[in-house]
């Protein structure tokens, strides 16, 4: 008898210590819902509660959809980690942690990213996939453009991106970095789907409205 009473302070005493982290956990698992379905108060109430195994939503997660709602007219699809953090900001949060149940996430909806509307005819990129397609290269090679180890500077010349060269000026040199064929095709690419097509319709309109 004295084990199960000990047991329950136990439980007690690790429920009424809710760190930050499982907090944004939570939020991340109700935003990852919300987003997977249609964006309409009804369904969205219904993904939020299976996530948290919640047969009958709780009045706070009602709450907290309508508020979600009048920030987001539109399923903000592109944008899963500013909704997550929306969350967090909204007055139903705090009455969930006041519940007699604080919430914790049972099931993850996972949910494509997808690109958001735009006034211009840029390519759609929805995810790294699209991005890779775009540029011609194999997901290893897209993380070795984006250089995510940090080695351009340090690596051997064949594995760098660029070719380095220092001109003499007044005063003293400049370094200038030359990018090799392969990323310069990437780069154009990129100017030729996105940037250019970015408040502007050609790459030489791109450069006049840069121009100074």
């Given at each position: 008898m004295a084990a199960s009473v000990s047991s329950a302070g136990d439980i007690r005493q690790s429920a009424s210590v809710i760190t930050a982290?499982?907090?944004?956990l939570v939020a991340d698992g109700i935003a990852t819902a919300?987003?997977?379905g249609r964006w309409d108060a009804r369904a969205m109430i219904a993904r939020a509660g299976r996530c948290l195994g919640r047969d009958r939503p709780p009045r706070w997660l009602r709450a907290l959809v309508v508020q979600v709602?009048?920030?987001?007219?539109?399923?903000?699809?592109?944008?899963?980690?500013?909704?997550?953090a929306v969350v967090e900001t909204r007055p139903a949060w705090a009455l969930a942690w006041q519940h007699r149940?604080?919430?914790?996430?049972?099931?993850?909806?996972?949910?494509?990213?997808?690109?958001g509307r735009t006034r211009w005819p840029v390519a759609p990129l929805d995810d790294l996939g699209a991005l890779a397609r775009l540029l011609d290269l194999e997901m290893g090679e897209l993380d070795w453009f984006a250089d995510v180890r940090g080695i351009e500077r340090s690596a051997r010349d064949p594995l760098r991106h660029y070719r380095?060269?220092?001109l003499a000026k007044s005063g003293g040199v400049r370094l200038v970095a030359a990018p090799k064929p392969r990323l310069k095709e990437a780069q154009r690419r990129l100017l030729r789907h996105v940037v250019a097509r970015y408040r502007c319709t050609?790459?030489?309109?791109?450069?006049n409205r840069l121009a100074p």
């Open positions: 982290h499982h907090k944004s919300l987003l997977a709602i009048e920030v987001y007219r539109d399923r903000p699809a592109d944008r899963p980690r500013e909704l997550a149940r604080t919430p914790r996430v049972v099931a993850w909806t996972p949910v494509a990213t997808a690109a380095w060269h220092a050609t790459p030489r309109t791109a450069a």
